[in-house]
């Protein structure tokens, strides 16, 4: 049983497109989190949402809009594509705060803009 | 807002050797938690490690111990014995107790030479 999961895994789309991502946890937590990772590797924060509220959008463009429909669903759509939104897409999940407990991680969304 | 600081963007270690991967952090908050994941080249994110901010004792997990200095705020990461597989990206993360918001530094990439 997969604790978080991501769909795609691959995503190759042309720039002006609008696509999405979904991720899935199953393990009851209260909290989940988008991150992107760029091609150096660094891991920077998009939203994190709990019990379906959104707690933090890092200043990331409008284009990006997360959705949760329940608290084990977290999906992320974004508009009008752009080169620069090429990077690997990871969903996580924790207990929530209040709670020092590590974020499981999906297999990460390798998006490409062509 | 919190910072996470890895100053090695890459480091060598000999097979069966041991290995400090440094990590400081920021933040004005009493409570807070303190982890480190590894990214192979497969790149799923693995959950090593945690240290709470209030905990006495370093953490450890077999090969793996976190020497958390909190007056100096350091949690450096000790792989002892490094074995081949443990070549990787290492991620030094915090997560603010009162907040839903995990955030990760810039990495440091681990080779093992055999």
């Known amino acids: 049983d997969t604790a978080v999961s991501q769909t795609p895994k691959y995503l190759v789309t042309q720039m002006g497109n609008d696509k999405s991502i979904k991720c899935e946890q199953n393990?009851?937590?209260?909290?989940m989190y988008w991150y992107k990772q760029d091609s150096k590797k660094f891991l920077k924060i998009m939203f994190s949402?709990?019990?379906?509220?959104?707690?933090i959008n890092e200043t990331v463009p409008n284009r990006f809009s997360p959705k949760s429909p329940d608290k084990a669903h977290l999906n992320l759509h974004i508009n009008s594509l752009e080169l620069g939104d090429s990077a690997v897409y990871f969903c996580?999940?924790?207990?929530?705060?209040?709670?020092?407990?590590?974020?499981?991680f999906g297999q990460g969304t390798r998006l490409t803009v062509v | 807002a919190q910072k996470i600081t890895q100053t090695q963007p890459g480091m060598f270690v000999q097979e069966k050797e041991a290995v400090t991967l440094d990590c400081t952090y920021d933040?004005?908050?009493?409570?807070?938690?303190l982890f480190w994941y590894k990214q192979p080249s497969s790149g799923e994110m693995i959950f090593l490690i945690y240290?709470?901010?209030?905990?006495?004792q370093n953490a450890t997990e077999g090969r793996y111990s976190l020497n958390f200095q909190k007056a100096r705020k350091s949690a450096n990461l000790v792989i002892s014995a490094s074995q081949l597989g443990d070549s990787a990206m290492y991620f030094c993360?915090?997560?603010?107790?009162?907040?839903?918001?995990?955030?990760f530094g810039a990495g440091t990439r681990l080779t093992v030479k055999p």
């Open positions: 996580a999940s924790s207990r929530g705060a209040g709670l020092n407990t590590e974020a499981f």
């Open positions: 933040t004005s908050d009493p409570s807070y938690g």
């Open positions: 993360a915090m997560h603010r107790r009162n907040n839903n918001d995990m955030r």
């Open positions: 393990l009851g937590h209260d909290t």
């Open positions: 240290q709470g901010s209030y905990d006495q």
């Open positions: 949402y709990n019990n379906k509220e959104l707690i």
